[in-house]
C-alpha cells in the first residue's frame, strides 16, 4: 500500500514519552510518508521519576504539576515527529499513573491500573470509530516490562480491538528481539572503550539480556520497521521528554541510569490480522500495512 490508499495508524501508548522510546522511529516514518498516524496515551504519568534537579519540585505535586508538564513536552515530541493527531484516552488525566507494580499507587481511586476494562475499551472504541486505522499497535499482554499501566494499555487495546469487529485489521504489540539487546549492549561497551558509562547513565549492573525486565524470543518477533531515516527525528523526540530521559546521541537512559541504546529499526509482534511478505533471513514483513491487500 502507498500513502495515496489511505493508510491508518493508531498507536495505544500508556504514558508520555511512551511512544518516542518504543515506536517513535516508525511513526515518523509512518507520517512522512502520508500516513495519518494517531496516538492515544492513556495517563499523564504523573508519578515519573523526574530526572533534571531543576524540575525536581514537579515531582509528586499535588496539583498535578508534573502531568501537567508532560503534556507539554508529549505535544512538543509530537510535532517533532509530525503527529498531529493525539488524544488521552477518556479525556486528559481520566485515568492517573498507577506507579511500578506492587507499590502503593497501584491502589490509588482512578488509576489505571484500577479502570474497568469495558468502560476504557469504550473510549478507545470511539477513536477508533473516527480515526478507522486498519492497523493497530500497543504492548503485549505483559505490557512490554511488566508497568501495570502498560498490561492495562494491552488489555484495553485489546478489547477495543475485538469490539472493533473486524474494522482494524491488524493488531501488533511492540517488541525487542534478545539478539538485539545482546547486540546493543556490546555496543555500547565497545564504543565506550569499556568504560561503563555513558552520559551519566551506568551500566555497568547489567552483565546479560537475562538481567534485562524486557526482551522478546526472537522466535516470536514477527515484524522489524526499518525507520532509520527517522533516527534523528526520534532522538529529538526523545529529548523532548526531558524530565524523563537524558539522551547522549545514540544511547539514552531513563530514571533507573541504566545505559540504552535508541534504535531507528523498530519491533513487532503480529497478534492478529493478516501477515504480510517476509523478507530476509528474519522472515519478517517490513510493513505494518502489508497484507491487506
Request: aromatic letters at 8%.
Amino acid at each position: 500500500m502507498t500513502a495515496a490508499d489511505g493508510r491508518r495508524l493508531l498507536l495505544v501508548h500508556a504514558h508520555p514519552d511512551d511512544e518516542s522510546i518504543g515506536t517513535g522511529a516508525t511513526m515518523a516514518k509512518y507520517a512522512a510518508e502520508g500516513a495519518h498516524v494517531a496516538l492515544v496515551t492513556c495517563t499523564l504519568g504523573e508519578l515519573g521519576e523526574v530526572i533534571p534537579a531543576e524540575l525536581g519540585h514537579l515531582a509528586w505535586d499535588a496539583d498535578g504539576g508534573l502531568g501537567q508538564y508532560r503534556i507539554g513536552e508529549l505535544d512538543a515530541a509530537c510535532k517533532v515527529l509530525g503527529v498531529s493527531d493525539h488524544r488521552f484516552l477518556g479525556w486528559p488525566g481520566k485515568w492517573r499513573d498507577s506507579g511500578m507494580m506492587d507499590t502503593p499507587a497501584n491502589d490509588f481511586p482512578g488509576c489505571f491500573w484500577q479502570a474497568n476494562v469495558e468502560d476504557a475499551a469504550r473510549d478507545l472504541l470511539t477513536v477508533i470509530e473516527e480515526v478507522h486505522p486498519q492497523v493497530m499497535v500497543t504492548y503485549d499482554d505483559n505490557g512490554f516490562y511488566g508497568h501495570p499501566d502498560h498490561i492495562q494499555a494491552h488489555r484495553v487495546a485489546k478489547r477495543a480491538f475485538e469490539m472493533a469487529g473486524g474494522s482494524v485489521r491488524k493488531f501488533y504489540a511492540t517488541a525487542l528481539p534478545r539478539s538485539v539487546l545482546a547486540e546493543s549492549m556490546a555496543l555500547m561497551r565497545d564504543s565506550q572503550g569499556g568504560d561503563t558509562e555513558i552520559g551519566g547513565a551506568d551500566f555497568s549492573r547489567v552483565d546479560s539480556v537475562d538481567d534485562l525486565p524486557f526482551g522478546t524470543d526472537d522466535s516470536n518477533v514477527t515484524t522489524e520497521i526499518d525507520a532509520s531515516d527517522y533516527m534523528e527525528a526520534k532522538l529529538a523526540a526523545m529529548r523532548a521528554h526531558a524530565t524523563q530521559i537524558s539522551v547522549d546521541s545514540p544511547f539514552f537512559a531513563l530514571s533507573d541510569q541504566v545505559g540504552r541504546r535508541a534504535m531507528g529499526t523498530e519491533y513487532y509482534t503480529l497478534l492478529a490480522g493478516p501477515r504480510g511478505t517476509v523478507h530476509g533471513p528474519s522472515d519478517r514483513e517490513d510493513d505494518l500495512f502489508d497484507g491487506l491487500g
